[in-house]
C-alpha cells in the first residue's frame, strides 16, 4: 500500500522541512483515489450553514496546525472507505432525505483530491433535486490546474469556499508546511474561479489576533483587492475553534495559544 513516506511530514513539528503541496496531492492521491473512486471517512448532517448534508474526504496535500479534520489527513493509509460518484452522491442524498434538507457538501480533508471523482459526484448533483452543494477547498489544485476551475464552473449548483491559510508566503509556510513559493497557488485558484465565472467566496482565519498579526491580515486583504474588490467585501473572517484534533496538532508544533482571550 502506498505510503506518504518520510518525504513528507504527517503532522507539523518544530524544524519541519517545508514541501511542495502539488507533489505531497499527487502522492495523497496513490492513496485515496482509485479510479474515479475515491476515500471517505464518513457522512453526516452537522448544524453549519442551517444544516447540510456533508461527505468528509480523506487525505490532504496540507498540513496545517490548526487543522480540525480527523486523522485521516495525516495517516489516509489507515481511514476511510472507497466511494463511486454514485455511491458518495447516494450516501449525500441518503442523509440529506432523512433530515430532509436539500443541501450538500465536501468538506475536510481535501475536497479536490481525484479530480474525475469531484466531477462525476458534481455531475450526478447537478442532474438531481438538490438545491445548492458546497464545495470547501484549500485552492491549492485550482491554483495548479486552470482546467480545474473551469470544469467546476460548469456547475450552476456548486458553490466552492476557498479558505485561504496565510497573508504571507513565511506565514503560510509555518502554519501549513509547504513551501513559501506555493502560498501563491490558492490565489491562482482564486483567479481561475473568477475568470471561469464560478460561485465562490474566500475566507480566512483573519478575525483570530492570536494567530494572524495585523500586518499579515492587511496583506491577505490587500491581495485579495488586487484580485477583485468584491472578494474583500465577501471575506468570512473565521478563529481558530478549540477542536480535540487542533488542539493536538497546536501542541506537536509547538505553538501555544491562550483560549481564553477569545
Ligand atoms: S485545515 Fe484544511 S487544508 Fe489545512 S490541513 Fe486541514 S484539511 Fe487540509
Redesign the pocket.
Known sequence: MAKPSGDYPRYLQPGFTPFDPVALAGRTEEIVCRGDRRKYTKFYCPGVYGRIATGYTCG?????I????HWS?DFPEKHGYFRSPEEAFYDLRRIARKARINQLRLS???PTLGKAHLLGLLQKVENSEFRLFILET?GILLGADSDYARQIARFKKVHTRV?L?AGTPQAFTRK?GAEPESFELPFRGIVNLLEAGASFHVAAMTADARFVTREERKALIERLASIHPALVGNLEEEVVSPYPNTLERLRHAGVRLQWSEQ
Not at 490532504?60 to 496545517?64: G, H, K, Q, S, T
Not at 490548526?66 to 479534520?69: A, D, L, N
Request: hydrophobic fraction near 35%; aromatic fraction near 12%.
Open positions: 490532504c496535500c496540507l498540513r496545517c490548526f487543522c480540525w479534520v489527513r475536510g480533508a481535501e484549500n479558505a491559510k501549513t
